[in-house]
């Protein structure tokens, strides 16, 4: 059985979407054509809204809505010194739920991945080394997803930023609080022990 033209639409429109696929599409699609007409339009509405609002920060490229700089950097309290490099603006949202970082932010909208077509001319790299280069930074942390893509990004940076001066410094990870090592894998696991501390006098 086939759909009409305009529900087969809807569905590969949907299964474009990261994480969405067919199954997910179909059943995404099924649920919106059995919504009131309002909620789809409410949906529509967000979408659209937001494509027109929301842009990237001309300095740290976090999203940004209603002006060319995004909250953080018009922000006098934060520390300028300091450097947060992030893949993406959603990992901006998960560090600062923390409280533990007062610095700034530098979004590379990606991670280094030859294989997916991804090079250093696809993210925000030449920007990071002209704010650098500009700013008074004293150091910059690196603080991209601990796997394969998120280990070559930070590996490629520090050999770029460390010839500028700066302190270059790469986030810790190993165990999970209340993690059991049993179920650790072996990259975690080793990086737990090449990241061990001292403890006591």
Do not use: W
């Not at 949907?14 to 909620?39: C, H, M, N, W």
């Not at 209603?66 to 992030?86: K, L």
């Not at 609080?177 to 072996?186: M, N, Q, R, S, W």
């Amino acid at each position: 059985m086939s759909y009409s033209s305009a529900v087969q639409e809807l569905i590969d429109q949907l299964g474009r979407l990261p994480g969405i696929g067919p199954k997910s599409a179909q059943r995404v699609a099924f649920y919106l054509l059995k919504a009131p007409t309002e909620d789809a339009a409410r949906l529509a509405r967000a979408i659209v809204d937001a494509k027109e609002r929301v842009s990237f920060c001309d300095r740290c490229f976090n999203l940004s809505e209603g002006g060319e700089e995004c909250g953080v950097c018009r922000d006098p309290r934060r520390e300028e010194r300091m450097v947060c490099v992030v893949e993406d603006s959603q990992d901006i949202v998960a560090i600062e739920r923390t409280q533990e970082f007062r610095g700034r932010y530098h979004v590379l909208q990606g991670a280094f991945s030859p294989i997916d077509g991804v090079g250093v001319d696809q993210l925000r790299v030449k920007e990071l080394m002209t704010r650098v280069g500009e700013e008074d930074i004293e150091e910059v942390i690196l603080a991209t997803n601990p796997n394969l893509e998120g280990e070559a990004t930070a590996a490629l940076l520090a050999k770029y930023l460390k010839p500028m001066g700066v302190k270059v410094s790469r986030i810790a990870s190993g165990l999970p609080v209340g993690g059991d090592l049993e179920y650790a894998d072996e990259l975690t696991l080793g990086r737990a022990l090449e990241g061990r501390t001292l403890l006591g006098g």
